[in-house]
């Protein structure tokens, strides 16, 4: 592949085992030891894992009526809120919850009074008890629970994984150890798209412009 690197990947699917040869490989998936299956093979210099970790959270998603009287409101009909925000309390043991909507939503559709059964999801950092549920609602008909790794434990000493691990190989997930969303990775998708597709053209001018800022601010 004119004197490039050729990558030969390895993966196994619900089909079974394979593997395939690329010119160009982007990793989109944390490099870390709590989250990654990867191995890199016959690098040099090697490719290791990455310090760190992240965030473990639960998201229960539960079908029943709420408890306004815990939340200041013994009338559940005057309850106002569709979402509840915590702070950092110790003895708290859920960091939020929200009224969910379906993902279609028809024309005839309406948001559940909260006197009324209704779907909520409740995000804590443990998997709720019955005694738990029962604080949070009144009764409930179903709780589906998921635990998953959310985001990382920031730590400023912490140096930020590179973006380039070696020739043609690119790495899109270091950007969540500066701040984890979905707006940022799909940021750093669209740079590492034009950093790979100008590295492999050679416009290397447009690398690390050195007026990139003041054209920023002010191409407006």
């Not at 085992?17 to 690329?22: C, I, L």
């Not at 539960?62 to 409101?73: A, D, K």
């Not at 559940?76 to 915590?86: A, C, E, G, V």
């Not at 009144?138 to 709780?143: F, H, L, M, T």
């Amino acid at each position: 592949s004119e004197g490039r690197a050729l990558y030969q990947v390895h993966y196994e699917s619900s089909e079974g085992q394979g593997s395939a040869f690329y010119d160009m490989v982007v990793v989109t998936t944390p490099l870390h030891p709590s989250r990654s299956n990867f191995t890199f093979e016959n690098f040099e210099p090697p490719i290791a894992d990455f310090p760190g970790a992240f965030q473990p959270s639960v998201t229960s998603v539960v079908h029943g009526y709420l408890n306004s009287s815990y939340f200041g409101f013994p009338d559940p009909k005057l309850f106002p809120f569709t979402s509840i925000l915590t702070t950092d309390t110790p003895d708290l043991f859920f960091n939020a919850m929200d009224n969910i909507c379906p993902v279609n939503i028809s024309a005839t559709f309406r948001r559940k009074q909260p006197q009324e059964a209704a779907v909520w999801r409740v995000l804590s950092q443990q998997p709720l008890d019955k005694h738990q549920l029962k604080t949070l609602f009144r009764s409930y008909y179903s709780v589906q629970v998921t635990e998953w790794q959310t985001y990382p434990r920031y730590d400023a000493a912490k140096s930020l994984p590179p973006i380039v691990l070696h020739e043609n190989l690119f790495y899109l997930s270091g950007v969540e150890w500066v701040a984890s969303s979905m707006e940022m990775i799909a940021v750093a998708a669209k740079n590492v798209a034009l950093l790979a597709y100008n590295r492999w053209h050679q416009d290397l001018e447009k690398i690390d412009q050195k007026d990139l800022m003041h054209k920023v601010k002010t191409e407006l």
